[in-house]
């Protein structure tokens, strides 16, 4: 059972490509597509909403094997002015009772490494925009079995997480980096949050 909060405002397009990478797999996978409630779509028509989607109050009593938080065309807000982030910290408080792993996207996971670990995001001096080489450094982790030691990833974004900041946080480790977009991907300890940025 997957839960799915998609926070881009290109719903269709953003859970289209979402599910065909979940389709790609032998399990059966139950899927749910979550919105937020404090926020009012504007590139979505409204009865695909209503057809597709539901809310944390239909939610907040079932239990879910994954969670994926998806990115948000917000990085450049505070975290406490977007307007559903009362919501959305309501939403990964209960992801810690009510599901097994969840994994932060672009932006989501800006927004989980600092809503858990108060790690903030930092303004870069100018729009990191390409795709650049990353390095694997803990092959052994489920999310890079089978990756070469080195990988390509793409980015478009304006601020980061540093790698000093997560390194002072013991239930976190850096399992990808690249030297010129940063640290790219981190889990906790326990493997049960990962964060790709």
Not at 156 to 162: A, E, G, K, V
Not at 169 to 184: D, F, H, N, Q, R
């Amino acid at each position: 059972k997957l839960l799915i909060l998609n926070l881009m405002p290109t719903k269709i397009a953003t859970e289209t490509q979402l599910l065909r990478k979940f389709s790609n797999t032998p399990l059966q996978i139950q899927v749910e597509l979550l919105q937020t409630v404090s926020h009012s779509a504007q590139n979505v028509d409204r009865s695909h909403l209503e057809s597709f989607y539901t809310s944390f109050d239909q939610i907040k009593n079932k239990f879910y094997d994954g969670l994926v938080i998806t990115g948000a065309p917000v990085e450049n807000m505070d975290f406490e002015a977007v307007d559903y982030w009362a919501e959305l910290c309501q939403i990964m408080d209960w992801s810690k009772t009510h599901v097994h792993s969840t994994l932060h996207i672009c932006w989501g996971a800006q927004a989980g490494i600092y809503y858990h670990y108060g790690i903030p995001k930092r303004q870069l001096p100018e729009k990191l925009f390409g795709v650049f080489r990353h390095t694997v450094e803990d092959p052994n982790f489920i999310l890079f079995r089978g990756f070469d030691d080195e990988f390509w990833v793409p980015h478009s974004r304006n601020t980061t997480i540093l790698r000093e900041d997560i390194e002072k946080v013991p239930e976190l480790k850096i399992l990808s980096c690249s030297e010129t977009a940063g640290v790219y991907a981190v889990k906790t300890q326990d493997g049960r949050q990962v964060f790709l940025m």
